[in-house]
């Protein structure tokens, strides 16, 4: 459990999505022009996170490792499936967003108008794919972490998008060089916020 | 033949490059551009992975345009990238395994670039093959520039080197020259990333925000 827990506070302050990996930078970009959109994003982005990669983690264990399929018979023991990883975690991900999009569109009308442009956006946003890539490569031992790792990293992308988003609605009233303007200024924001972040990562648990 | 490179076709191609660059000015496709920059290594070869899978997909969108129902455009577009992703993955871990190392998950990232849906959505499902197919390269190499001058500037000035060659002559360090670290963390490759957008908008001024 605890182990968990240090899982959860690193993936949210020292191997952040957005500042130490640059996963999702797309959507946080596009999206981060005001507070209540962003929140919708992060919410959005941290609950398919939290669903899609406990499932990636244990198709990963259980049908695509070397020797994964063993608990279906002793001779599919030496078969190694990973080179499937990547179509189908990019198919488990746009079938879970798509469900999730008609879950919620049914059971909860108001939170659909707030997120509903977002889910579809969701599907090919980073963030999501390269969590479940990390999960592959980190070998966590249990579900739990995997978990753990998921809510993790969600919440430290709403954590970046509702930062940025509240510092480029107070930078709409600065004067900033014509050909900064925009694009420019966000990267440069971006960066400071990055390079503050970079404090968190000697931070040992 | 005469009808292979039209002015349309021309433009299709030389738009990406510069006055409709996909990072500078689409902003498509970040995510990879900041994170593989380090080395200039990794970055050419990203930069050719990327365009290569984007020319590709374009053509095969483009061909299946017709067929593919609206509804579940989406879906079959990724099934699309995700195959061809996987094929540039095991050729690079097969003919160039350091490099593979070094680009980890960025290479299978390449399926959820925003370039590439972004020009499948906007380009491929209304273009013929050809022009997709021009369209995929144009775009990738418009990418690969930004990533080859960002990678080129931070492993000049964070390692002293290029191709993991020393430029940076002993002497230099010897009278005091010290290589900057920022340079090869993360955050300086947005900075670097902004300094070529600021540089790009100058020059293009019909380009700047209001």
Redesign the interface.
């Given at each position: 459990m605890e182990n968990v827990f240090s899982i959860l506070v690193k993936s949210i302050f020292v191997d952040n999505m957005i500042?130490?990996?640059?996963?999702?930078?797309?959507s946080y970009?596009?999206v981060s022009k005001n507070v209540k959109t962003s929140m919708g994003l992060g919410l959005a982005v941290t609950f398919v996170l939290a669903v899609t990669l406990p499932i990636n983690y244990l198709l990963e264990n259980y049908v695509l490792k070397e020797g994964a399929l063993a608990w279906l018979s002793p001779e599919m023991a030496s078969l190694d499936l990973s080179?499937?990883?990547?179509?189908l975690f990019?198919?488990v991900i746009?079938?879970i967003t798509?469900l999730v999009e008609m879950v919620v569109e049914k059971v909860s009308p108001s939170l659909y108008a707030s997120l509903g442009i977002f889910l579809?956006l969701i599907?090919?946003?980073?963030a999501?794919?390269?969590g479940s890539?990390?999960m592959q490569?980190r070998q966590f031992v249990n579900i739990g972490e995997a978990t753990g790792y998921a809510v993790g990293s969600g919440i430290g992308f709403w954590l970046a998008i509702v930062g940025l988003a509240a510092i480029r609605e107070k930078m709409a009233y600065s004067d900033v060089?014509?050909?900064?303007?925009?694009?420019?200024?966000t990267?440069?924001t971006?960066?400071?916020m990055?390079?503050a972040f970079?404090s968190f990562s000697g931070l040992k648990i | 033949m005469s009808k292979l490179f039209s002015d349309k076709t021309k433009q299709v191609f030389l738009g990406p490059l510069s006055k409709n660059n996909p990072i500078a000015v689409q902003v498509l496709g970040i995510c990879s551009a900041l994170a593989v920059t380090a080395k200039l290594e990794p970055a050419i070869v990203m930069g050719l992975s990327v365009t290569i899978i984007l020319g590709f997909s374009n053509v095969i969108i483009s061909l299946l345009r017709n067929t593919i129902p609206n509804r579940i455009r989406i879906i079959v577009q990724l099934v699309v990238v995700a195959a061809l992703v996987t094929v540039v993955s095991e050729v690079l871990k097969a003919f160039a395994y350091d490099v593979s190392v070094q680009l980890s998950v960025y290479i299978g990232l390449i399926i959820t670039n925003c370039i590439l849906m972004g020009r499948l959505e906007a380009f491929a499902m209304g273009n013929r093959p050809w022009e997709s197919f021009v369209d995929g390269i144009g775009n990738g190499l418009g990418y690969a520039w930004i990533l080859v001058v960002t990678a080129f500037f931070r492993e000049l000035l964070g390692a002293g080197s290029l191709f993991g060659v020393k430029i940076i002559p002993q002497s230099f360090y010897d009278a005091g020259y010290v290589n900057n670290g920022l340079m090869v963390m993360p955050p300086m490759a947005l900075i670097i990333v902004a300094v070529i957008i600021w540089v790009h908008r100058s020059i293009n001024k019909e380009l700047q925000e209001k």
């Amino acid at each position: 459990m605890e182990n968990v827990f240090s899982i959860l506070v690193k993936s949210i302050f020292v191997d952040n999505m957005i500042f130490a990996f640059f996963l999702g930078m797309c959507s946080y970009l596009a999206v981060s022009k005001n507070v209540k959109t962003s929140m919708g994003l992060g919410l959005a982005v941290t609950f398919v996170l939290a669903v899609t990669l406990p499932i990636n983690y244990l198709l990963e264990n259980y049908v695509l490792k070397e020797g994964a399929l063993a608990w279906l018979s002793p001779e599919m023991a030496s078969l190694d499936l990973s080179y499937l990883s990547f179509i189908l975690f990019i198919a488990v991900i746009a079938a879970i967003t798509q469900l999730v999009e008609m879950v919620v569109e049914k059971v909860s009308p108001s939170l659909y108008a707030s997120l509903g442009i977002f889910l579809p956006l969701i599907a090919v946003n980073c963030a999501i794919m390269g969590g479940s890539l990390f999960m592959q490569q980190r070998q966590f031992v249990n579900i739990g972490e995997a978990t753990g790792y998921a809510v993790g990293s969600g919440i430290g992308f709403w954590l970046a998008i509702v930062g940025l988003a509240a510092i480029r609605e107070k930078m709409a009233y600065s004067d900033v060089f014509p050909a900064l303007r925009g694009l420019g200024i966000t990267f440069i924001t971006v960066a400071l916020m990055a390079m503050a972040f970079m404090s968190f990562s000697g931070l040992k648990i | 033949m005469s009808k292979l490179f039209s002015d349309k076709t021309k433009q299709v191609f030389l738009g990406p490059l510069s006055k409709n660059n996909p990072i500078a000015v689409q902003v498509l496709g970040i995510c990879s551009a900041l994170a593989v920059t380090a080395k200039l290594e990794p970055a050419i070869v990203m930069g050719l992975s990327v365009t290569i899978i984007l020319g590709f997909s374009n053509v095969i969108i483009s061909l299946l345009r017709n067929t593919i129902p609206n509804r579940i455009r989406i879906i079959v577009q990724l099934v699309v990238v995700a195959a061809l992703v996987t094929v540039v993955s095991e050729v690079l871990k097969a003919f160039a395994y350091d490099v593979s190392v070094q680009l980890s998950v960025y290479i299978g990232l390449i399926i959820t670039n925003c370039i590439l849906m972004g020009r499948l959505e906007a380009f491929a499902m209304g273009n013929r093959p050809w022009e997709s197919f021009v369209d995929g390269i144009g775009n990738g190499l418009g990418y690969a520039w930004i990533l080859v001058v960002t990678a080129f500037f931070r492993e000049l000035l964070g390692a002293g080197s290029l191709f993991g060659v020393k430029i940076i002559p002993q002497s230099f360090y010897d009278a005091g020259y010290v290589n900057n670290g920022l340079m090869v963390m993360p955050p300086m490759a947005l900075i670097i990333v902004a300094v070529i957008i600021w540089v790009h908008r100058s020059i293009n001024k019909e380009l700047q925000e209001k």
